[in-house]
């Protein structure tokens, strides 16, 4: 029989549980657990759990939302996972037929009180671990072989092997997630050591940035992250851990748009890269900062806007400046240069300025040829390239970087919200190079974009989309040529204008008396509408 692992999602029961499923692998024991699900593309979780729970052992981690909600039926609120298998735990007690060798194993940590666990499973007797420092660990192990846990198969090829095939491989190539996979199974084995795990990440990372596998690289940090909390050991474990920090976990939280919290991991992962001097790693680290800080300047309006962006040029000078201080001219700095020319780009659309886009120009251009060296192409940097050429005037060569753009992504095939964010993005470069020569066509692809960033739940990008589309024929919407240049005029934010245009339908209708000259109206009206939008953070 293999091991399921039952717990509660609150902090206590995911810490314990992602750590001790880790420490259990790594003894050899087959163990399952909702982690796997996503990887493992299961179809129905429900189902899963029933035969789960009825054909295996069960270790029930006990946290304080686990024991609160076991047994119990609520048909709203609580811990709804915890309640449906809960019940499945107490029939499978019930229907057991030995006297002795429950199939069932409560563990907590060694603060949990006896006296606050289920009255079911206090009648047993509770294994103590500690994620900290893995005390526990074995004995949990020899308790479930005894009871009949089955050992996982041995280990399958070298470490070293599947690092060389993923790097050799194309990002978003097809057989990229599964030497990814292959790669998740040796660390659930345990037989990845520290070396290994730093010399992964950056693969991994470049996988999913290139759309192939962003719940993989999350189910590879998550479980790195347990495992390195359950390993004794300096330096090593400390270089390891910053690398998770800012390439893993930073990078997925940035992805979610969790900016905030983004921050906070990734400062960790840049303190702990300083302390052990390692610039390179700090320079990556101060890259992922400057991209969190240009997205909180997107989601955020006045002298906050301005304060995240300069905080975020400033970062991403200071990686540049760190990987020249060492030598670095390859992969690294090109990545840290895409990371500045992005930031100096997103300045110049939220404040306008020609130095800015002439900025973000030179550098996107240095960090092509320092990307270059690799071989590959980077469909996000090309797309940044055209976008700039169109803002700057030079449509024929934003066509041809868009056209490269697009044959990248369809050498790539996947439907992750990171791919199919980057075709969006295509559409709307073409939408640009055709907006005075076929508005019609321009409209069409501005529309396929809308669409793409709607079901991607990618808000800034749609309400750009859906100004765009407005631009093309504003009497369509009650205003004039002239009102649009108004409002780009005086308001950077997209999201306002689009309110500032339906406030002006609204008072159109009410008939209310507005100032006699249109710039006082739009004014007018941004002011009053500008509240409403700082309080609808976009994703």
């Known amino acids: 029989m293999a091991v399921v692992v039952t717990y509660a999602h609150d902090e206590e029961g995911k810490r314990l549980a992602g750590s001790l499923v880790a420490v259990l692998r790594a003894r050899g024991l087959v163990v399952l657990w909702d982690g796997d699900l996503k990887v493992e593309n299961v179809s129905s979780q429900p189902a899963w759990m029933i035969a789960s729970i009825r054909d295996n052992l069960v270790v029930c981690v006990l ?34 037929c030995e006297a002795t060798n429950c ?8 603060g949990f009180a006896a006296e606050d666990a289920p009255e079911l ?38 470490p070293d092997d599947v690092l060389r095939d ?38 991994v990372e470049d996988a999913a940035a290139g759309g192939g596998g962003a719940q993989l690289l999350e189910e590879v940090t998550y479980r790195v992250l347990a495992g390195l909390n359950t390993r004794a050991g300096p330096g090593g474990d400390r270089r390891a851990k910053a690398l998770v920090l800012i390439g893993g976990l930073g990078w997925l939280l940035r992805r979610r748009r969790e900016f905030r919290l983004a921050e906070a991991v990734v400062t960790e992962g840049v303190e702990l890269a300083r302390q052990l001097g390692e610039p390179t790693i700090a320079a990556l680290g101060l890259a992922c900062l400057a991209h969190v800080h240009r997205g909180l300047a997107e989601d955020t309006t006045g002298r906050a806007r301005t304060d995240h962006l300069r905080t975020a040029l400033a970062e991403a000078g200071e990686a540049v400046k760190l990987l020249e201080e060492v030598g670095d001219r390859t992969r690294e700095i090109g990545v840290c240069e895409h990371v500045y020319a992005h930031v100096w780009f997103t300045r110049y659309l939220l404040l306008g300025g020609r130095r800015s886009l002439n900025r973000a120009h030179a550098l996107a251009e240095r960090a092509a040829g320092h990307l270059a060296q690799r071989m590959t192409e980077h469909p996000e940097l090309i797309l940044l390239r055209a976008e700039i050429s169109v803002r700057a005037g030079d449509f024929a060569r934003a066509e041809q970087l868009v056209d490269r753009a697009v044959r990248a992504l369809t050498a790539t095939v996947n439907h992750t919200a990171t791919s199919a964010s980057l ?50 024929d504003p009497r369509s919407a009650g205003i004039r040529a002239r009102d649009v240049a108004v409002l780009e005029r005086i308001c950077p934010d997209v999201r306002v204008r689009l ?16 100032p006699w000259r249109p710039c006082s109206v739009w004014r007018d009206i941004v002011r009053s509408v500008r509240g409403s939008a700082a309080g609808t953070p976009d994703r």
Not at 181 to 188: H, Q, T
Not at 445 to 461: M, N, Q, T, Y
């Open 63 to 96: 946290s304080p939302d686990y024991a609160r909600n076991f047994g119990v039926k609520s048909p709203a609120g609580g811990r709804r996972g915890v309640q449906f298998e809960s019940h499945l735990v107490i029939e499978k007690f019930y229907n057991q």
């Open 423 to 472: 075709v969006g993005r295509a559409h709307m470069v073409f939408a640009w190079i055709h907006r005075r020569t076929c508005p019609a066509r321009a409209g069409k692809s501005v529309e396929k974009a809308l669409k793409i960033f709607d079901e991607a739940g990618l808000s800034r990008a749609a309400d750009c989309s859906r100004w765009f589309l407005l631009t093309l």
């Open 121 to 158: 499973l206090r009648s047993m007797t509770i294994s103590r671990y500690d994620p900290d420092t893995g005390e526990g660990a074995e004995e949990i192990a020899v308790r479930l072989r005894r009871l009949g846990a089955c050992e996982a198969p041995a280990p399958g090829r070298d």
């Open 166 to 203: 993923l790097r050799s491989a194309s990002a978003g190539a097809d057989a990229v997630p599964e030497l990814m996979r292959e790669w998740l199974r040796l660390v659930e084995r345990g037989v990845v050591d520290h070396e290994h795990i730093v010399a992964a990440l950056p693969v």
């Open 103 to 110: 199939p069932i194993v409560p563990v907590a940590a060694p």
């Open 499 to 514: 309110l500032a245009v339906e406030e002006r339908r609204r008072r159109s209708l009410e008939k209310i008396q507005a």
